[in-house]
């Protein structure tokens, strides 16, 4: 059997302490293989953003198990007093994690290319070789012929579409979507599943997509519901977009 891309098992996060301390996640059980793309779905306050922060090495959970595309990256139960089990959660966020967000946050001032081509150089790839990644992304996401235009002369939905190349450009193994369609029409966001779709297959990158958006629910085979900062699996629609 194939490593998942990601795998997380009783994850705990408390915040604060004593009287004032909140329990956002209570026992978080998640798996999503190479190559797939799962919805993750709760009431506001459930738990989401502190279990993608918690993903995503920004905040550290209080107890459990998070193993990224193999590696084991939190174990409270792990050596010495347990906790994060790599030195450099920066280099982890850089090089094996991509993120995409509601809004594209591309950089103003840099065109394109070098908005994708920007993190495999802080990787330490090769300016040749980072801007080759970032040409074939930017052609499977369909803006190839706008790689040398500045984000301000982009559409919204071209601008998102960089940001996916971007959260890409790396070939993380895990890639954290939080409400990447939110603020598009019906057939915008299908074709920002379609793409996710394509690349994670493409890439083999395990996706998480948190989100509220009605018009993609039905398109997922697989959804996590989080409620009271405890996650239940459920087959979706899988509908084909
Ligand atoms: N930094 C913090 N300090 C204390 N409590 C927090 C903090 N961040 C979140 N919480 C609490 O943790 C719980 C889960 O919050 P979280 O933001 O993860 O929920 P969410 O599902 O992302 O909500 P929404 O959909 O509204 O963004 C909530 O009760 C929230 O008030």
Redesign the pocket.
């Given at each position: 059997m194939t490593e998942p891309a990601i795998l997380i098992e009783g994850l705990r996060?408390v915040?604060?302490h004593g009287d004032?301390a909140?329990?956002?996640?209570k026992d978080v059980h998640l798996r999503v293989e190479p190559g797939e793309v799962v919805g993750l779905i709760?009431?506001?306050?459930?738990?989401?953003?502190?279990?993608?922060?918690c993903l995503g090495a920004v905040?550290e959970p209080t107890a459990g198990r998070m193993v990224l595309g193999g590696q084991t990256i939190y174990d409270s139960s792990g050596p010495g007093r347990g906790g994060w089990q790599i030195p450099d959660l920066r280099a982890l966020r850089r090089d094996r994690i991509g993120f995409i967000f509601q809004a594209p946050y591309l950089i103003p001032f840099l065109d394109v290319t070098d908005n994708v081509a920007l993190l495999p150089m802080l990787s330490g790839q090769s300016n040749r070789v980072a801007r080759e990644r970032a040409q074939e992304l930017l052609g499977a996401l369909d803006v190839a012929h706008r790689a040398r235009a500045q984000p301000s002369e982009l559409s919204g939905g071209e601008q998102q579409r960089v940001s996916i190349a971007r959260a890409l450009a790396n070939h993380p193994p895990v890639v954290l979507a939080d409400e990447p369609t939110a603020p598009l029409d019906s057939e915008r966001a299908l074709a920002v599943v379609r793409m996710l779709n394509q690349m994670a297959r493409q890439y083999r990158s395990g996706i998480i997509v948190?989100t509220?958006d009605e018009k993609i629910i039905p398109t997922f085979k697989r959804i996590y519901h989080?409620r009271d900062?405890r996650t239940v699996e459920e087959a979706g629609e899988g509908r084909e977009v």
């Open positions: 996060k915040y604060g004032t909140v329990e956002a996640l709760g009431p506001s306050g459930s738990g989401k953003s502190t279990l993608l922060k905040i948190v509220h989080i900062g």
